[in-house]
C-alpha cells in the first residue's frame, strides 16, 4: 500500500487529481477496482478513462479528467514500468545448488549463483555470480553463462555458447543448435559440421521455443540489448546489432545481419545474406529478399518501402472495379472484349 | 475383435451391406486390409470406395457401394471418432509419484495423481485428481492443475499458472513465459516486470512447442474447450473465447480478444488490441490487422472479407494479360505508351 | 597443422598458388587471418578473394586469385565439408548410462550406446549400437532408436517412435505428438485419439523445436536423407519422401504428400490432403493450396508456376503507374471518372 504521493515521486509523474488516494495494486485500466492504480498508454484506451473504477490512472502528460486521479508523465509506459517495479519487487533465487542437479567436476558455478532441479551442467561451463539456472536446463560443454543472469526451465545452451550479463532466456529455447547445412552431392545431402558458437551479448532477452543455430564458422551473435520474442529462428552466422526488437515468429535464415536498433514485426522472414542498416523497421508478414539501407521502413511480401507498399495496396483493393473499367473502355474503343473469364 | 453390428451399435452407425463380417482393427482406407474398418470423411476420398481391401468403411449417410459393406452415419467423423475409441482405449497412468520427481513439501499431489520421472513441482503447486503429469515437465510455484488433465513430457508451467479440468498439454509447450514488453528510454529497453498469469480453462487442449506468455497484469486467459495446435504464439493478455481452433504456427499479439468458436487457419498473424468476435472464421497465413465483426469469414494479407479477397486474386491471377490490354488501349488513343519498362 | 597439399589431396582439390604453406584451421573468408583456411562457395563473396588475410581459400574450378593460394574444387562447398570434417573430427560419447538416468526394466539399451544425465527411458524402448542420448531427453513406451543416432539434450520421442539409424535430432524437438483432429458435434470438440505413431528413416536429421504428429491411424513418415530445419510443423499422416530440404518455420499440414528431393523454403505453409510430385521446390513464404505435379517449381501466397507469380509481380510493383494511366484513358474517353476515391 502507497499513497499516490509516493507512487508520484518513485514513477518521476506529476498528479492531477485527488492527491491524498492510496494504492494498494496494479490492475489493467478495463479490470481495476477501488485501490487500483492502471495505465494508459495506447490513446485507443483513452475512453476508458470514463468508465474506469480505478483509484488512479498513468497517462500522458497533458491528458485530463474529471472522473479519476491522473498520474502524468511524458512517457507513461515508461512512467508504468516503475510502477509494476514498485507493487512487484522481482522474484530472486537464493544460492543454491540443487542436490539432484548433475554438474561436472571441472564446471565452475560461483557460490552466489542458484541452480535448481535436474539441471545438467558439462564440463567446463562456468556460472557467474548472482546467475539463475532453473529446472531441467542443459548447459554444454565450455559454455559460459555470466553474472546476474536469469536461465528459465527446460532450456538448452549447447557447446560453447557465451551468454553475457544479465542476460534472460525463457523456457524452451534452444541456443547453439547446429546450423542448417549440406553440401548435396550425387542425390546425398553431406552435413556440414557445425563448429562454430553462439554468443549473446549483455542485457539480452531471449522468449521462450526460440531457436539460435551455432555458426558453421565464427559467431551467430545476438547484440547487447537486443529483445527476441517467442518462436524466433535465428540462422548460423546471423549476426545482430545492439538493440534490436525481434517479434515473435520472425525467421532470420543464415549469414543476414542487422544493424543496431532493428525493429521486426511478427512472423517476418528474411533471406539469408544480406544486410538491414541501422534503425530498419520491417512490418509484420513482411518477406525481404534483399539489403535495407539505414533508416528505411519496408513491408509486404516482398517488403518494399512502406509508402510504396500502401500505395500499391490502395490500387489492389480496388482492383476489380478498375478492370472493370478496363473492360468497359475496351469495349467502347473496340467492341466487346476477347478477353472473356 | 467386433462383429460389424457391434460396432455399428456402438458408434451409432447403420449397416448397409454384409452384416455378419468381424473387424479386428482400424486403418486409413488406402492401406486397410481384410478384417480392417476403414473411414471417409473427406468426398475427396470417395473414390477409394472402389479399391479399399477394407472389409468395411464409414462413410457419410447416402453413400452406395456394392464393393464393401458401409457403416452409414450422418457425421462419418464423429462415427469414426467412436470407433477409434472401441478399437483403442486411451492410455492411463497409475497413481504414482516417481521417486526421481521432486516434489517441494507445500505441494499438493492429490493421491490418484501419477508424477513421472524428473518432474519438478515447486513450491505451493496443486495437482487435482486422476492428473498426469509426466517426464521432465516443471510446474512453477504456485501453479494449479485440475482433474484428469495430461501433462506430456518437457512441458513448463511457469509460476501462478491456473489450469483447469480434463485439460491436455502436449510435450515441448511453455504456458506463462513472460510478455514481450519494454519501455524504450534513451536507447535502452527497459523490462516491464510481467506480474500477471495464464489460465486454461477445462477441456483445453494445446499442442506441442506452443508458447503461452502471462498477462502484464491481470490475465491471459483460453476458453473452455478450445483447441491449440502445435508451435503457435500467444501474446500476453490475449483473451481466447470458448472452443476455438488455432491452426499450427498462428501468433495472436498482445490483448488481442477472440469471442466463442472463432476458427483460425494455419499460420494466421493477428496485430494486437483487437477483437474477433464469435464465430469468425481467418483462412491460413492471413494476416488480420483490424476488428473482425461476429460471424464473417476473412481471408488475405491484409485480411478482407474472403469473397472481396477471391475477387481481387482473380483480378491478380490475369493481371499481366490487363496490362496488356490497358498498354493497348493507350496505344490506340495516344500513339506509343511513355510507360515503357 | 596440416600442410596445403595434405589438405588438397583430402578434400580432392587442386593447388593454385603456393603450395608450401601450413594450414592450422578454417575460417570464414572476412574473418580469416594468417594460418586459417577459408572458402568461397556463393560468387556473392568472391569479392573477399582480394581482402583476405587467409592464408588459403577454397573456391570453383577455374576461379583465380594473385593474392592468395587457392584450392580448387568443381564443388567448393563439398570440399569445404570434407576440410571441416578434416579439421574438427565429430564429438564421439563414450558408451555410458548416467546413473541419474531413469531407464524402464523392459527397454534395451546397446552396450555400445551412451545416455546421458536425466534422460528418461520407459517401457520396451530400444536404443541401437554406438546411440547417444543426451541430458534430460525421453523415450516414449516402445520407441526404436537404431544405429548410431544422436539425440540432444531436451528432445521428446513419444510412444511408438520408430527412428532409423544415423538420425539426428535437435533439441527441443517432438516426435509422436498427437495429430490435430476433432470431431465437433453440438459445439463440442470431441478429441480423435491419435493411434498412428511417426516414423523417420534412415540418415534423417530434424532442427531444434520442431513438431511431429504422430498419425490419426498409421503412420506419419519422414523419408530416408531428409533434412528438417528449425522450428517446422509436420501434422498427422504427412509422408515426406526421401532427400527432401524443408527449411525453418514451415507448416505442412495433415495427410499432405511430398515426393523425393522436395525443397520447401522457409515459413511455406502447405494445405493438407495434397501431393507434391518430386523434385518440386516451393520458393520461401509460399502458400501452396493445391497438388504441384513432379519437377515444377511454384512461388507465392498463393502459390504459382514461379514465372507468372514473377510476371504478375512485375505488373503489381508498377500498379500505381497503370491505374493512373487507366484513369487518364477514361478522362480522355468519356471525361471526368465516377470513380474518385
Redesign the interface.
Known sequence: MYSVREVAEKIGAEIAGDESIELKG???VE?AGPGDLAFIA?K?YLCFLETTRASAVIAASGTTSDKVTLLLHP?P??A??KA??L??P??TYAPSL?P?A?IADSATVHETAHV???V?I?EGVAVGKGSAV???T?L?EGTTVGDDCLI???V?L??RSLVGDRV?I?????VG??G?G??T?E???????Q?GRVVIEDDV?I???V?I?RA???ETRIGR?T?I???V?V?H?VRIGE?C?I???V?I?GSTKLGK?VVLG??V?L?G?IELGDGVQVG??S?VARGVEAGKTVFG??A?DISRTM?????????????K??RE??K???GP?S?D?
Open positions: 496494479l490492475a489493467g479490470e495506447n485507443k512517457d509506459y515508461f508504468f514500468m509494476v517495479m507493487f512487484h522481482q522474484k540443487h539432484s548433475v535448481g532441479p535436474n545438467v558439462d532453473l529446472a531441467n542443459f554444454g528459465y526451465p527446460n538448452t549447447r557447446e534472460i525463457h523456457s524452451g529455447t534452444v543448435s547446429d542448417f549440406y553440401a552431392s542425390g546425398k545431402h553431406h552435413k556440414i559440421l563448429v532477452e522468449g521462450a521455443n531457436t543455430d558453421t564458422l565464427g540489448g529483445k520474442d517467442n518462436l529462428q540462422a552466422n538493440g526488437i517479434v515473435s515468429q525467421g535464415s536498433y511478427g512472423q522472414g533471406v545474406h509484420a508478414q518477406g511480401s516482398p518494399r500505395k500499391i495496396e490502395a490500387c489492389l483493393r480496388k482492383l476489380p472495379e478498375h478492370i473499367l478496363l473502355l475496351d467502347k474503343l473496340s472484349s478477353d473469364d
